[in-house]
Antibody, heavy 119, light 107 residues
């Protein structure tokens, strides 16, 4: 059974940092592109970042470029999102998502990790 | 970036109704269009990919159509569990942008 389990969310002050982790199981993690998608309270889904299967290519939404870093450890089957210079508008539930390789759809989602940026 | 537009942002319907939810892309994306359902407090769930292919386990009352820039999600006979928010997403290119969502509410 495919599972994606996020951890590391919490309350952080503006300007602070936080690292999210996503533990993957039930599939060949190293074969798949992975993404982070976020959802602010009461708002829609917003794509944040992607990393290819071997970690050599990453992309970011303009809103997080230069502040967030996506990475992966294929030996540990884990995806990361290092978030820095956090702002109130980064407050959201962050989802770890697997991309299905033939169609590009997001076929498995984690349960989400809540990040709250507030003083 | 490709912009995905969903309008209306909400619509009301009754159990048993046939409902269509539109989605438009700012440029042609072929058949690289996916639909997700999200219920409150839950992660989104993939319903349809490649514009019209039903994800395994999704009831056959859901269907998708369209190509290029205009797409539609259809629910043939609404069930109580279908009241949720629906998002379209393009997977033609990165970033994999989402529409703003259409909330389906009980009339």
């Amino acid at each position: 059974e495919v599972q994606l389990v996020e951890s590391g969310g919490g309350l952080v002050q503006p300007g602070g940092s936080l690292r999210l982790s996503c533990a993957a199981s039930g599939f060949s993690f190293s074969s798949y592109w992975m993404h982070w998608v976020r959802q602010a309270p009461g708002k829609g889904l917003v794509w944040v970042s992607h990393i290819n299967s071997d970690g050599s290519t990453t992309t970011y939404a303009d809103s997080v470029k230069g502040r967030f870093t996506i990475s992966r450890d294929n030996a540990k089957n884990t995806l990361y999102l290092q978030m820095g210079s956090l702002r109130a508008e980064d407050t959201a539930v962050y989802y770890c998502v697997r991309e299905e390789y033939s169609n590009g759809n997001f076929d498995y989602w984690g349960q989400g990790a809540l990040v709250t940026v507030s003083s | 970036d490709i912009q995905m537009t969903q309008s209306p942002s909400s619509l009301s319907a009754s159990v048993g109704d046939r409902v269509t939810i539109p989605c438009r892309a700012s440029q042609s994306i072929g058949f690289y269009l996916n639909w997700y359902q999200q219920k409150p407090g839950k992660a989104p769930k993939l319903l349809i990919y490649a514009a019209s292919t039903l994800q395994s386990g999704v009831p056959s009352r859901f269907s998708g159509s369209g190509s290029g820039t205009d797409f539609t999600l259809t629910i043939s006979s609404l069930q109580p569990e279908d009241f949720a928010t629906y998002y379209c997403q393009q997977s033609y290119t990165t970033p994999r942008t989402f529409g703003q969502g259409t909330k389906l509410e009980i009339k």
